[in-house]
């Protein structure tokens, strides 16, 4: 399945199928970017990250996309598991601000 | 051993109160924030941290203060406390300025 980071949209994934969370990021200065997930009563814990001269990166079952054109982002989730239920965030920074803006979050909910 | 560790992890509290919330982290790291979530999950700086010297000050009422008596801690004081700062504080971490955090896992304030 698919969702667009507005308004903490919930994304509804079987189990094992994969997922695609999107972020249309804000700043086209951005050079920096993380995807977070956040459990309920947990903090944000990173998952992934890029850098602006990168496309893609991967990692274990997760794989971050990167569309400067477009100022997109997104987060390929292989498998999807139980334990992959929570909220999402992409976050976006450039090196002088000291700081990272985070998007509006994506609810994933893991069907059995 | 928490890495990053918030107290209390619940407060409620009269409108009008003063009160605290404590942040410590055992990382070694050189950067510490303070982040507000709304009920809608959106995350937003509030203060930032290096080697105990502010370095971000977002539009936040001076009512909050932080403090950071040295680099492992980053308190937060709020004074005259209102319905509206009822939210979730994380504190977080990062080795530098702009790396990937390490986020505490939340203290909810509740302000009645």
């Known amino acids: 399945g698919e969702s667009v980071g507005l308004h903490l949209p919930t994304l509804s994934v079987q189990e094992g199928d994969n997922s695609i969370i999107n972020c249309a990021y804000s700043?086209?200065?951005?050079?920096?970017f993380i995807w977070y997930k956040q459990e309920s009563g947990k903090g944000p814990q990173f998952i992934i990250d890029i850098r602006s001269n990168m496309d893609k990166r991967q990692g274990q079952r997760v794989t971050v996309l990167l569309n400067k054109t477009v100022k997109h982002l997104s987060l390929q989730i292989a498998a999807t598991q139980p334990g992959d239920s929570a909220v999402y965030f992409c976050a976006e920074t450039k090196g002088s601000w000291g700081k990272f803006q985070f998007g509006a979050g994506t609810q994933v909910v893991v069907t059995p | 051993d928490t890495a990053v560790s918030q107290t209390p992890k619940y407060l409620v509290t009269q409108m009008g109160n003063d009160k605290s919330i404590k942040c410590e982290q055992n990382l070694g790291h050189d950067t510490m924030y303070w982040y507000k979530q709304d009920s809608k999950k959106f995350l937003k700086i509030m203060f930032s941290y290096n080697n105990k010297e502010l370095i971000i000050n977002e539009t936040v009422p001076n009512r909050f203060s932080p403090k950071s008596p040295d680099k492992a801690h980053l308190n937060l004081h709020i004074n005259s406390l209102e319905l509206g700062d009822s939210a979730v504080y994380f504190c977080?971490?990062?080795?530098?300025?702009?790396?990937?955090?390490?986020f505490g896992s939340g203290t909810r304030l509740t302000v009645v």
């Open positions: 700043n086209s200065a951005s050079d920096y």
């Open positions: 977080a971490s990062s080795q530098e300025i702009n790396y990937g955090y390490t």
